[in-house]
Structure formats: structure tokens, C-alpha cells
């Protein structure tokens, strides 16, 4: 059984459908990749898992149970956890309290100093740990979104969701970021669906990738079979032309 | 500890500053000195909705208004302790803060604020519409007055114990909590924070703080509460206060405090033309010119003062 599941989801914003009956399977431990052109509906599909929109019709399974009706605060709490495509942190919580908050669901029970001790191995984890007393504002793009990262990671969530963990990085930082999701992965156990425009990270790194266009599967499959898809090719040089 | 001994420190100076400040001071001043503890209270409280969780107020003279007549009800009908008045007020606007945050929760920035303004207008009326039980344009007066010195002792006391009470609430997860349902909701929302919960939460407390101010302002008008002394500029004074005081910082709150419990007495004395309006036009223009100066109010002007020293 996958660990997530869209069930022919449909979602539409008014006239535009956003998400037309879209369905894709995250085997637990696999990272997949959803990819397509601007206006997808790749974002999209992360807000619906996330349950800041409602679908329409369809369904999302997650570890079995249905997110239809679960409230968008309890998402994390099944251990979903996601990072954002234009940054959603705190900016004027510390790096460290931006990761506490992270952990905000599990922390009723847990002392103040061990959830610092906690987060301070997160942050250190993926290699920030020495901006943690620092406000979130006015760090470069590169580190916030390490700090995007941690903060889900302090949830200790069973599947992640990023949202274009490569957006704004230079070549040299997305080779460094392939590597840490992977270790990410296999040592937290982690389930990872990701969505992103840069190529080359989605072929390194997913076993499975998931094309989507106008809110419509076009294909799905290992990165290889995808990449030569006629259809996969004519909605990337279609949209270049009409760019 | 490190960290912990400057805040220590800070407390143990200001406590006992206020403790020693009745023997140096004449009666007048005492009263003026409660005065600035009474607004302390009501701008720690105001500090928690506003700077915390970023939920502006310009309401809260109404939650002063219900403290302050429950405190004159009880005392003139019921001849109920003061100090156990103020607890009552605590409780009935902890309660009523929590029933105006629920209609709040749809309303975010300036639409809340001309809401809490709203009320700020319309909870003074309400004793001219029930003018048997509450005086109506009368007023109430409680059944005993009390000292200066005593009036100093209460607000200060209550100060001290509220501000400890916000420290505890703040320190740790709600506090955070707090912080991140203000800078970004839906960062909140995913993070497991339930904005309801928190939201309201952070009015009940507020509102419970402003309950107890309006308490010790009534009984610094020699016990006696009407509709008039809880009029709208009232709570234009406490969000100016606040806003003076900055975020997360005691020194900052007694400057806040201080400005708008202070300045209209020392302003009164400055010759303006048109003598009037001179208090009125001395408070405005301090006003701007602390935001100009110091716009993230004196809590940040301490905090950079802080790292200038470190440097």
C-alpha cells in the first residue's frame, strides 16, 4: 500500500481547473518528483495534501486514512510535514524558534531545553547551526530555505513535501542539496514528494516522476521513461514557444 | 545564566525603585506614580493581543470600562473587597476578551482595529441603557476610597504579579506560538499552531489585563465610575502606549507605561498657545516624534543600546 495516494482529485478555482482528476502514489521510503510547466497545478496538489484547499471531488490517503476532512493544523500532527516555494517562516523568530515552532505539535509534552536540544541537532543536521540565534529576516535565500527545511524536519514527519528545494541555488549548492535529501531520507526513515523545475535534481534524485500540465497527468513513470515522452517533450518546448 | 542575570538584575532595580519611591515622594506624586503602574498593566496586557500575535486593538477602554464597573457594582452593592474585585474583573474580562475574540478570528489588520473601535464607542453606553444597575450617567461609586499609598501599593503589586504571569505565559511554546500565528499565519496553520486557539487566547489575556487597569482606575477616581472616563481616547492611550513600549522588554513597558501616564500631567504645564488644547497638542506631538524616532518603540532602542555596549 502507497504511503499517499491522490484518488482522481479535481479542484477548480472558478473557470480554471486547478487539478483535473490527478492520481499518484508515494511508495513510503521512495522520493518522487512532480514536475510541469508554470500554472500546472504542481503547488497545487501540495495544498490540497496539506489541506489548505478543499477538493472538489476525490480523495487523498494518507498512511490509510482520508485528509478530506482533516483540519489544515492537524495535517503535521499525521506526520505530514512541507516546506514552502517562496519561503513561509517567521522573520522576526529566531532561526532556532522558527524550528521550535516546528516541533509546536509535539511539544506539549517535552521539556523547553530538550526541545532546544532537539532542534539545535535539526539545525545542524542540514548545516545552519550556526545561524540559530539569529531573526530569520535578513539571512540569505539559500540558508532560509534550510531553515524552511528544519522546521518541518522538527516534526519529525514521515513524508516531506518540498516545494522546489533547488529554487534560487547556484550549480554547486543543488549537487550539495541532492545529497543531503538523500541522507535525509535514509537516515529519518523519510518519505519525500517534491516538486521542482531544475531538471537535473529531479533525474538524480527521484525514482519516480509525475508530469503534470493544465492540472492533467501527461505522464508518470522512472525518470528516463518520462524524460523521452513525447508528451512531456512537447508541453516543455510548447510552453518555451509561447514564452 | 548568563543571559539571566541582566534580566535579574533589571528586575531587582526596578523593584526596588517602586518600593522605595512612596518615602521620597509627596502625595500628589504617589498618586501619579500609581497612575503610571495602572497604565503598566494595561499596556503589558494590550502587548500580549497587539505585539505578540499581532492583533491590533483600539478596544481596549471597553475592557477597562467592564473591569472598573465591576469593581464599583460589587463594592457599592455587594461591599466586596477591593483586591477580590480586581480578581473578579480579571476573570469577567478574561472571559469577555475570549467571546469578542471568536467574531475577531474573521477580521485581520485595520478591519479589526475599526472593530475593537467599535466597541471601544459602544461598551461606555451601555450603563445609560441599564441606569438602574449601573448608575447610568451618574455613575457608580464603591462603598470605601482609598490612599494614594495604597492605591501606589495595589497597581504596583498588581504590575508585578501580571508581568511575572506574562513572562511564564510567553517563555516558552504558547508564547512562540504566539509570535508565529503574527508573522506568518499560514506558516502557523502548517505547523500544527490551531489559529482559533490561540488567537482567542491571546484576547482573553489581554482583555483580562486591561480588567484589572480598569479596576485601579476607577478607585484612582476616588471609587466612582462613569460612563465618561472610559471614552475613546482612553484607548487610543493604551495602543500609543504599547506602541511606545516596543516588544519584549520591561524597560520598554514602563516607558510606555510613563509616556501616557506622565505626560498629559506634565504637558498640562507647558504654555501652548490656546492653553486649552496645549496638553493635547504637547501628547500628539510626542507621540509622532517617538514614532519617527524610535519606531520600534523604546524595547528597541534598549536593544540596540544593548548591542552598541556589546560591540
Redesign the interface.
Given at each position: 500500500m502507497p504511503l499517499l495516494s491522490l484518488d482522481s482529485a479535481r479542484l477548480r478555482f472558478g473557470g480554471i481547473v486547478a487539478l483535473d482528476d490527478v492520481s499518484l502514489e508515494v511508495a513510503e521510503g521512495s522520493i518522487v518528483g512532480v514536475i510541469g510547466p508554470n500554472g500546472a497545478g504542481k503547488t497545487t496538489a501540495f495544498n490540497a495534501i496539506t489541506r489548505l484547499y478543499r477538493l472538489d471531488s476525490g480523495d487523498i490517503v494518507f498512511d490509510g486514512r482520508s485528509l478530506r476532512r482533516v483540519r489544515p493544523s492537524r495535517v503535521i500532527r499525521l506526520g505530514v510535514a512541507r516546506t514552502f516555494q517562496n519561503l513561509e517562516l517567521f522573520p522576526r523568530l529566531t532561526v532556532l524558534e522558527n524550528v521550535l515552532v516546528g516541533a509546536h505539535a509535539s511539544s506539549r509534552l517535552q521539556r523547553e531545553n530538550e526541545q532546544q536540544r532537539l532542534a539545535l541537532e535539526t539545525l545542524a543536521d542540514v548545516g545552519i547551526a550556526e545561524h540559530a540565534a539569529r531573526p530569520a529576516a535578513g539571512l540569505p535565500f539559500g540558508t532560509l530555505k534550510r531553515v524552511e527545511l528544519a522546521r518541518a524536519l522538527a516534526s519529525r514527519p514521515r513524508l516531506l513535501l518540498l516545494d522546489e528545494p533547488a529554487g534560487g541555488l547556484n550549480h554547486e549548492e543543488v549537487d550539495e542539496l541532492v545529497g543531503l535529501i538523500r541522507r535525509l531520507r535514509d537516515e529519518r526513515e523519510l518519505t519525500i514528494l517534491l516538486v521542482e523545475h531544475h531538471m537535473r535534481l529531479v533525474m538524480d534524485l527521484c525514482e519516480q516522476v509525475h508530469v503534470l500540465n493544465f492540472g492533467r497527468t501527461i505522464a508518470a513513470g522512472p525518470p528516463a521513461d518520462v524524460q523521452r515522452d513525447p508528451a512531456v517533450i512537447e508541453a516543455y518546448l510548447g510552453g518555451e514557444l509561447a514564452a | 545564566m548568563r543571559q539571566r542575570l541582566p534580566a535579574i538584575v533589571s528586575l531587582l532595580v526596578v523593584g526596588g525603585a517602586l518600593a522605595g519611591l512612596p518615602f521620597t515622594l509627596s502625595g500628589y506624586h504617589v498618586g501619579l506614580a500609581a497612575q503610571v503602574g495602572i497604565f503598566f498593566v494595561a499596556v503589558l496586557g494590550l502587548n500580549i493581543l497587539t505585539g505578540y500575535t499581532g492583533q491590533i486593538s483600539i478596544g481596549h477602554g471597553a475592557f477597562m470600562a467592564i473591569g472598573g464597573y465591576t469593581t464599583a457594582v460589587m463594592s457599592q452593592d455587594h461591599h466586596t473587597n477591593l483586591v477580590l474585585t480586581m480578581l473578579m474583573a480579571f476573570a469577567i474580562c478574561f472571559v469577555v476578551g475570549l467571546l469578542v475574540g471568536l467574531p475577531a478570528l474573521r477580521l485581520s489588520g485595520v478591519y479589526l482595529a475599526l472593530a475593537t473601535f467599535a466597541l471601544a464607542v459602544s461598551v461606555p453606553q451601555l450603563p445609560l441603557k441599564w441606569s438602574k444597575f449601573l448608575g447610568g450617567r451618574d455613575g457608580v461609586q464603591t462603598s470605601k476610597t482609598v490612599s494614594h499609598l495604597w492605591l501606589y501599593g495595589a497597581a504596583w503589586t498588581a504590575s508585578a504579579i501580571l508581568f511575572v504571569l506574562a513572562w511564564l505565559i510567553l517563555r516558552?511554546?504558547v508564547g512562540?506560538?504566539f509570535?508565529?500565528v503574527?508573522?506568518?499565519e499560514?506558516?502557523?496553520?502548517?505547523?500544527?499552531?490551531?489559529?482559533p486557539v490561540y488567537k482567542t487566547l491571546a484576547f482573553g489575556i489581554s482583555a483580562a489585563y486591561a480588567g484589572v487597569a480598569g479596576s485601579l482606575f476607577v478607585l484612582a477616581t476616588n471609587g466612582f465610575a462613569e460612563p465618561s472616563e472610559f471614552g475613546v481616547v482612553l484607548s487610543l492611550q493604551i495602543l500609543v502606549g504599547a506602541a511606545v513600549a516596543g516588544l519584549g522588554s520591561l524597560w520598554g513597558v514602563l516607558a510606555g507605561a510613563a509616556f501616557v501616564g506622565l505626560l498629559p500631567a506634565v504637558s498640562s504645564s507647558v504654555p501652548v498657545i490656546g492653553s486649552d488644547h496645549g496638553r493635547d497638542v504637547v501628547f500628539g506631538s510626542a507621540v509622532v516624534l517617538v514614532m519617527l524616532l524610535l519606531p520600534d518603540g523604546f524595547a528597541g532602542l534598549f536593544a540596540r543600546v544593548r548591542r552598541f555596549a556589546r560591540a
Amino acid at each position: 500500500m502507497p504511503l499517499l495516494s491522490l484518488d482522481s482529485a479535481r479542484l477548480r478555482f472558478g473557470g480554471i481547473v486547478a487539478l483535473d482528476d490527478v492520481s499518484l502514489e508515494v511508495a513510503e521510503g521512495s522520493i518522487v518528483g512532480v514536475i510541469g510547466p508554470n500554472g500546472a497545478g504542481k503547488t497545487t496538489a501540495f495544498n490540497a495534501i496539506t489541506r489548505l484547499y478543499r477538493l472538489d471531488s476525490g480523495d487523498i490517503v494518507f498512511d490509510g486514512r482520508s485528509l478530506r476532512r482533516v483540519r489544515p493544523s492537524r495535517v503535521i500532527r499525521l506526520g505530514v510535514a512541507r516546506t514552502f516555494q517562496n519561503l513561509e517562516l517567521f522573520p522576526r523568530l529566531t532561526v532556532l524558534e522558527n524550528v521550535l515552532v516546528g516541533a509546536h505539535a509535539s511539544s506539549r509534552l517535552q521539556r523547553e531545553n530538550e526541545q532546544q536540544r532537539l532542534a539545535l541537532e535539526t539545525l545542524a543536521d542540514v548545516g545552519i547551526a550556526e545561524h540559530a540565534a539569529r531573526p530569520a529576516a535578513g539571512l540569505p535565500f539559500g540558508t532560509l530555505k534550510r531553515v524552511e527545511l528544519a522546521r518541518a524536519l522538527a516534526s519529525r514527519p514521515r513524508l516531506l513535501l518540498l516545494d522546489e528545494p533547488a529554487g534560487g541555488l547556484n550549480h554547486e549548492e543543488v549537487d550539495e542539496l541532492v545529497g543531503l535529501i538523500r541522507r535525509l531520507r535514509d537516515e529519518r526513515e523519510l518519505t519525500i514528494l517534491l516538486v521542482e523545475h531544475h531538471m537535473r535534481l529531479v533525474m538524480d534524485l527521484c525514482e519516480q516522476v509525475h508530469v503534470l500540465n493544465f492540472g492533467r497527468t501527461i505522464a508518470a513513470g522512472p525518470p528516463a521513461d518520462v524524460q523521452r515522452d513525447p508528451a512531456v517533450i512537447e508541453a516543455y518546448l510548447g510552453g518555451e514557444l509561447a514564452a | 545564566m548568563r543571559q539571566r542575570l541582566p534580566a535579574i538584575v533589571s528586575l531587582l532595580v526596578v523593584g526596588g525603585a517602586l518600593a522605595g519611591l512612596p518615602f521620597t515622594l509627596s502625595g500628589y506624586h504617589v498618586g501619579l506614580a500609581a497612575q503610571v503602574g495602572i497604565f503598566f498593566v494595561a499596556v503589558l496586557g494590550l502587548n500580549i493581543l497587539t505585539g505578540y500575535t499581532g492583533q491590533i486593538s483600539i478596544g481596549h477602554g471597553a475592557f477597562m470600562a467592564i473591569g472598573g464597573y465591576t469593581t464599583a457594582v460589587m463594592s457599592q452593592d455587594h461591599h466586596t473587597n477591593l483586591v477580590l474585585t480586581m480578581l473578579m474583573a480579571f476573570a469577567i474580562c478574561f472571559v469577555v476578551g475570549l467571546l469578542v475574540g471568536l467574531p475577531a478570528l474573521r477580521l485581520s489588520g485595520v478591519y479589526l482595529a475599526l472593530a475593537t473601535f467599535a466597541l471601544a464607542v459602544s461598551v461606555p453606553q451601555l450603563p445609560l441603557k441599564w441606569s438602574k444597575f449601573l448608575g447610568g450617567r451618574d455613575g457608580v461609586q464603591t462603598s470605601k476610597t482609598v490612599s494614594h499609598l495604597w492605591l501606589y501599593g495595589a497597581a504596583w503589586t498588581a504590575s508585578a504579579i501580571l508581568f511575572v504571569l506574562a513572562w511564564l505565559i510567553l517563555r516558552g511554546r504558547v508564547g512562540r506560538a504566539f509570535r508565529a500565528v503574527r508573522d506568518s499565519e499560514i506558516a502557523a496553520v502548517a505547523s500544527g499552531i490551531e489559529l482559533p486557539v490561540y488567537k482567542t487566547l491571546a484576547f482573553g489575556i489581554s482583555a483580562a489585563y486591561a480588567g484589572v487597569a480598569g479596576s485601579l482606575f476607577v478607585l484612582a477616581t476616588n471609587g466612582f465610575a462613569e460612563p465618561s472616563e472610559f471614552g475613546v481616547v482612553l484607548s487610543l492611550q493604551i495602543l500609543v502606549g504599547a506602541a511606545v513600549a516596543g516588544l519584549g522588554s520591561l524597560w520598554g513597558v514602563l516607558a510606555g507605561a510613563a509616556f501616557v501616564g506622565l505626560l498629559p500631567a506634565v504637558s498640562s504645564s507647558v504654555p501652548v498657545i490656546g492653553s486649552d488644547h496645549g496638553r493635547d497638542v504637547v501628547f500628539g506631538s510626542a507621540v509622532v516624534l517617538v514614532m519617527l524616532l524610535l519606531p520600534d518603540g523604546f524595547a528597541g532602542l534598549f536593544a540596540r543600546v544593548r548591542r552598541f555596549a556589546r560591540a
